[in-house]
């Protein structure tokens, strides 16, 4: 079990500065992977199949709005994950590739930085080797032929290290983010289960 705080935002247009940003920290483009998420009636708990394992998400408290910098507006959610690795029971195969009813699945092409501490400094790094930290996250989100853009953060570990207003700005550019785009993904693809 792991506890995590999130803001995350979802928009039907590519955002080029914060794209720019991302990618110009990769040497290459990351591999497109498939996530299959399950109808779960509820925007506040997720379950999802990924590197055969199976994620639960549950939302803890309510949302909070917040500010990150200027123009940069969101929903804080606050969760408990669990990650479990799946049986060699043909279970993840028979949701893999018959699609059964109440699951959906959901290519992402994500780019992704880690923020956390070093030397008494909090430093990028392109490692998820962090015990603690936040991970920065754009991705290209594709649903039922349908493409969608998203940027958020998630703080890990036993503590959230602050994220300097200056390093968000830079990321953002003048485009503004707000709390009416800001939702986790469970809500986010609720439109699609209904």
Not at 15 to 26: G, I, K
């Amino acid at each position: 079990m792991q506890s995590t705080r999130e803001i995350r935002w979802f928009f039907t247009e590519n955002r080029e500065h914060l794209a720019h940003w991302f990618r110009s920290r990769h040497q290459n483009a990351p591999a497109w992977e498939t996530h299959t998420y399950l109808n779960t009636g509820h925007a506040n708990l997720g379950i999802k199949l990924r590197d055969q394992r199976v994620e639960v998400k549950q939302l803890k408290g309510n949302r909070a709005k917040g500010r990150l910098a200027n123009r940069v507006w969101g929903c804080f959610e606050n969760y408990v994950k669990w990650s479990l690795p799946l049986e060699k029971n043909g279970f993840s195969d028979t949701i893999a590739y018959q699609e059964p009813e109440g699951w959906t699945k959901v290519k992402k092409q994500r780019w992704r930085l880690w923020l956390g501490p070093e030397n008494g400094d909090t430093l990028l790094h392109s490692s998820a080797q962090l015990s603690s930290g936040c991970q920065l996250e754009y991705a290209v989100v594709t649903i039922n032929d349908e493409t969608w853009y998203s940027f958020g953060l998630e703080w890990f570990g036993p503590t959230f290290p602050h994220v300097p207003e200056p390093l968000i700005s830079d990321m953002v550019g003048n485009v503004e983010f707000n709390t009416a785009q800001s939702k986790g993904y469970a809500a986010f693809l609720s439109k699609y289960f209904t």
